[in-house]
Each structure stands twice: as C-alpha cells, then as structure tokens.
C-alpha cells in the first residue's frame, strides 16, 4: 500500500483541479486550494487498517496526508497530544464533561507544529529551497525551525508587537526575520512581494494547500481519542481559521470512510476576541465571508486577524455543523488565562483561555446543553505569553524567618 492516497488539489469555489506534484499556490480564481484523498481506495478498511498505530505522532495518519515519498517527512515527533479532563472549572461553570486537548505540548510549543510539519514536508518534496511568510508569531517560529530541519531557507515577517519569545524562536533557527510595525495584514503585504519579486515560495496561511493537512489530524486525533463517544461541542481560538477548517475537514473524511458511527458530528464554535472579531460579525449576519475589521487589538495574539483569506470555509465549517461564532472580552481573557492555572494547574495561553470563556458564556446562555461533552483547544504554552502574569512577589532578606511570612488563610 501507498504511504498516501493523495490524489490531486482542488478548488472550493470554481473545482478547478490540480496537480499535487508540481507547486500549486492559490487557484486561479483565487481561493485557496485543498487537498483530495482516493478515499474509495481506503473505504471498508478498519481504522487500525489504514492509521499506523505504531507510529507515535501525526504521521499515523499518513494515508491521509499528502506526503508522497516518507523520505521526505520532516518531523520532530509532533502531534497525539492529550485530551486533559477539567473538572475544575467544568463544576465552576456547569460542563461537568470539560475537557481540554492541548497543543502547547508538541514542538514549538503550539499547534503551529502540526501545520509546519507537513507544509515543510511537502514543500521538500516539490524541490522548495526558499520559502516567505506572514505570523502573529507561533506559525513563523514552527516554520522557520521546521525548515532549518528540512534544509530550506526561511523568511519570516511578523508584527513588532509579536511575542518576544516567538520572535527569539524564528532567530535561533537561523532565518531571515523581518519586523514590521503594523499588523499581520501588513507583514502579508511585504511577502506578497517577496513572492512576486523573488519568486520564493508563499507559506502564507492558506496560500499553499498544505498546511491545512498537518491541522486537520487533531480532529483526527480527537475522534480516535474519543472513539463511539464524540464530543458535542468543539471550541477553537480562530484568527486565519486553518485549524477549525482542518477539524471540519477531518470529520467529513472520516464520514466518507464510514468511521463515524450515526450521523451525529460535533458542532463546531470559532472563537475571537471582542477587539478583532470579523468571523463572529459574519456569522451573525448570516454571511458567506467576512469583512476587514479596523484597528483591530487583543491579548490573544495569535487571532489578532483583521480578514482571513479562509473566512468563507471557516463560516461554512460553522453553519453545516449548526455550530455558532462568539466574541469574548479581554476582561474575560485574562481572567479566565489566570483562573485556568489556579485551580487546574495548566497554564495556558490565551487564545486558549479565550475559547474556557466562551464555553462559559455559552453554557449560560444555553447554547451548550447541560450533560454535553466539551472540548476547548488550547493551542500553545502560556509560557510564549510572560507579559500576561505581572507578578511583585515581596522579597525576604538573607536570614529572614517564615515568622515574615504573612498566612492569609488557615486549611481546615
């Protein structure tokens, strides 16, 4: 058998179709491209027929991505990340069945990994020796650092109010980083040039079609791991939207291949922050695609995205799973960031707490049903976030005793 049954590109809008084995970026309608799978090949296969179930990571999956050769798997052991029941705040807010599937434990620290993993791959088996993009930070770090790995020369553009830790990520890796003073729309522009004018390889979100392919094996990993009993309800910090678009897609192949059990699928709920919410603003007028919002700002950097060029597959993925878009407060961000590390120990970062504050939220509204099961994605470490904690711990002398100690409160 294959190490995959890829089969070709296609376009969502015009279904053009292409080929995968010569470089493809967007279609020539302009909408990004995904990916086709013989799945006719694989269907009446049991799962443990096709998944590689001695494989650790998200290359288990490798039938169902789109790396031809596995000479050319770049890997650094990224994916199978676990689902962390959390009780704590699930009896806080009334999901007793809260569960949280966590991302920040892969490379790099984010999810960014899943995307840059196969992106790369794909990208060393077309022959790419210099690609160029866009990040609020994670995704520039993942790809610059996957690419060292794979031998390819990087360029990476991000915000100047991008996260430091990030930024020390992509220069570490020996890439070319650029900081630009304005938002990630701005650093999008400058490699639009790159591309046109140096003719490197676009890694923009969604503008190569791979991507998309390393995303979507959490919800392949989330329906392995929660087998007959699927999740309800899904939460997703969504910015460029890849990974909900991703999740949405690992469940229509799985549905193909006759894996799912019933007809029951999780519905799906993109979360943003109040400062730069255009996908809420769309879902809630009803609209196939979103508008550039202004001056856009938030804490939760990483969906700091005015208009996602995925916007249209995005609010797709929520209407055919009647699933919804909601915007959370930075109030609510910060507090939720905090309280996640207090009585569950997980520190988080906050794109992830966004999406515990929106389960909040939808719960007491009664979109989240009681005795449904949730699960939030967290989609990094809130280590890559220290400004977030301001801490002023008092500090004790050399030779101080405990009696210094102030004890607030006695344990009964």
Not at 15 to 35: A, F, H, R
Not at 96 to 103: C, V
Not at 167 to 192: F, M, P, T
């Amino acid at each position: 058998m294959s190490f995959s049954s890829i089969s070709h590109l296609v376009c969502p809008k015009c279904k053009s179709t292409y080929d995968d084995t010569i470089v493809n970026q967007l279609c020539i309608c302009g909408s990004p491209l995904l990916v086709e799978y013989d799945l006719d090949s694989l269907k009446g296969k049991k799962k443990n027929e096709v998944i590689n179930t001695k494989r650790h990571d998200l290359w288990r999956y490798h039938q169902l991505l789109p790396v031809r050769n596995p000479a050319h798997v770049v890997s650094l052991g990224e994916g199978l990340t676990p689902i962390i029941p959390m009780s704590n705040i699930g009896a806080k807010i009334g999901i007793p069945q809260l569960f949280m599937k966590d991302e920040g434990l892969v490379p790099t620290g984010s999810f960014k990994a899943r995307g840059a993993a196969v992106g790369v791959s794909k990208a060393k088996e077309l022959g790419i020796k210099q690609l160029a993009m866009p990040t609020n930070g994670n995704a520039g770090a993942a790809w610059s650092l996957y690419s060292a790995r794979a031998g390819i020369d990087s360029y990476i553009i991000m915000p100047v109010d991008a996260p430091p830790i990030t930024r020390k990520e992509v220069a570490v890796s020996g890439a070319h980083l650029y900081l630009v003073n304005g938002l990630i729309s701005d650093a999008g522009k400058i490699v639009g040039e790159l591309v046109k004018d140096q003719g490197f390889y676009d890694a923009s979100t969604l503008k190569e079609p791979y991507r998309i392919e390393g995303k979507k094996t959490m919800g392949y990993e989330l329906l392995e791991q929660f087998e007959d009993s699927i999740p309800d309800v899904i939460l997703y910090p969504t910015g460029g939207g890849v990974g909900l678009i991703g999740i949405y897609k690992a469940i229509k192949e799985w549905q193909e291949l006759g894996w799912i059990k019933g007809n029951k699928i999780p519905r799906l709920v993109a979360v943003q922050a109040e400062g730069c919410a255009p996908i809420v603003k769309a879902w809630q007028e009803r609209k196939t695609e979103s508008v550039f919002w202004e001056n856009s700002e938030t804490a939760a950097f990483g969906i700091n995205v005015p208009k996602a060029i995925g916007d249209f597959l995005v609010l797709d993925a929520l209407y055919q799973t009647d699933g919804c878009a909601i915007a959370v407060t930075e109030e609510d961000i910060k507090k939720v960031h905090r309280e996640t590390a207090q009585i569950e120990g997980a520190f988080i970062c906050p794109e992830g707490a966004a999406t515990f504050a929106a389960a909040a939220t939808l719960r007491e509204n009664g979109w989240i049903k009681e005795g449904e099961t949730v699960v939030c994605l967290n989609t990094g470490q809130g280590i890559k976030y220290p400004e977030l904690v301001e801490t002023d711990p008092p500090v004790l002398e050399r030779g101080d005793s405990a009696s210094k100690i102030a004890v607030s409160s006695v344990l009964k």
